[in-house]
């Protein structure tokens, strides 16, 4: 039998490798990298954000979603991505950070985001 990702196979990187791998290259590697290129700035700035639609997940785990968060005038907005499995790869084509969270939370509350691409002014909203 082969090794098994994910479930209860005790490798440590949960139902979905692909997003694992993601993660732990920006929570890990990429900070370590940036520190041995003698940068001052290395780890990414955890920034606030309004959540636009509900998530619910089971608490005691830290949950990394892949998000499409953008600025409209009263500042950031993050929508996790619908498809969040790792066979999915068009989420992380469109996403540009990362919602971390604790626990659910409700859309119009205040969520944590890590970017690791820049944000574009929404498109929606006119220009002044």
């Not at 490798?11 to 520190?35: D, Q, T, W, Y």
């Amino acid at each position: 039998r082969g090794h098994r990702f994910g479930g209860d196979s005790g490798s440590g990187l949960g139902e979905r490798p692909i997003v694992a791998v993601m993660v732990a290259f920006f929570v890990l590697v990429r900070p370590a990298l940036l520190k041995m290129a003698y940068s001052r700035i290395f780890f990414p700035p955890h920034l606030c954000a309004r959540l636009l639609i509900d998530f619910h997940q089971r608490p005691g785990k830290r949950h990394y979603l892949r998000a499409a968060i953008r600025a409209d005038r009263n500042g950031l907005l993050a929508e996790p991505l619908s498809s969040q499995g790792s066979s999915v790869l068009t989420s992380v084509l469109r996403a540009n950070g990362f919602i971390i969270l604790s626990e659910g939370a409700c859309a119009g509350e205040s969520v944590s985001v890590q970017l690791f691409r820049d944000i574009r002014k929404d498109t929606n909203e006119g220009s002044s």
